[in-house]
């Protein structure tokens, strides 16, 4: 597709509920990045993808929370047992390399919405 | 004290004022400076990116460093409503990846007609 495709646009569950996000990213970017969105704050990183290599997790706020991306394209974002805290608009991203340069724009999806009850 | 700082607003100017946002850093590593443009219920997309200090124009917007003071700006001449979002900075340092890149938390802007 044209840009950053994610799935569901909204979500709502019930709190100790697993759900899963997906986002596609444009074609032939390597790099693939999951930011949460919280009400009143800032884009928070989650989880980094770079091709094959190992990813970064640094940003996972608890074991919760997972990602996988599959063949170096699709990725799917898990929260486990949802917490209402987790609420917020989860934002996948993608680029064509990692590093921040000008030739090297980050592109966002238009996000998943996730309300825990 | 955040790394960056972004006053939330709402912000809330007339048709064709001249619009004025800002932020404050701490880290003087920072070198790559990104204004983004986040309309309700969308994902932020770029709209102004700067390298160092000094000024950057496009169109309507103009981007200004100073990293003397640690302070960047964003300004918007004749302001139309379409121009209603949320504007949020973003800055990281020389050669690292996106996944470093500190976010503010974005100033709401409010253009009437």
């Known amino acids: 597709g044209a840009g950053v495709s994610q799935s569901p646009s909204n979500k709502v569950t019930e709190k100790g509920k697993d759900v899963e996000l997906r986002c596609d990213p444009i074609?032939?970017?390597?790099?693939l990045y999951w930011y949460r969105q919280s009400l009143g704050q800032g884009l928070e990183f989650l989880i980094y993808?770079?091709?094959?290599?190992?990813?970064?997790k640094s940003g996972l706020p608890s074991d919760r929370f997972s990602a996988e991306r599959t063949g170096g394209s699709v990725s799917t974002l898990t929260i486990q047992r949802t917490q209402q805290e987790d609420s917020a608009v989860y934002l996948c991203?993608?680029?064509?390399?990692?590093?921040?340069?000008?030739?090297?724009?980050?592109?966002f999806g238009e996000g998943s919405w996730l309300t825990v009850v | 004290q955040k790394e960056v700082e972004q006053d939330p607003g709402p912000l809330s100017v007339p048709e064709g004022a001249i619009v004025s946002l800002n932020c404050t850093y701490s880290?003087?590593?920072?070198?790559?400076f990104m204004w983004y443009r986040q309309y309700s219920r969308k994902g932020p997309e770029l709209l102004m990116y700067?390298?160092?200090?000094g000024n950057k124009e496009d169109g309507r917007f103009t981007a200004q460093v100073d990293k003397s003071s640690k302070y960047i700006s964003l300004f918007i001449r004749d302001s139309q409503p379409s121009d209603s979002a949320t504007y949020l900075c973003a800055m990281s340092a020389k050669n690292l990846r996106y996944s470093t890149l500190t976010f503010g938390k974005g100033t709401m802007l409010l253009v009437s007609p």
């Open positions: 074609s032939g970017h390597t790099a």
């Open positions: 700067t390298y160092s200090s």
């Open positions: 991203a993608s680029s064509l390399g990692s590093s921040v340069s000008l030739g090297n724009t980050i592109y």
């Open positions: 880290n003087s590593a920072f070198q790559y």
């Open positions: 993808f770079q091709g094959n290599s190992a990813p970064d």
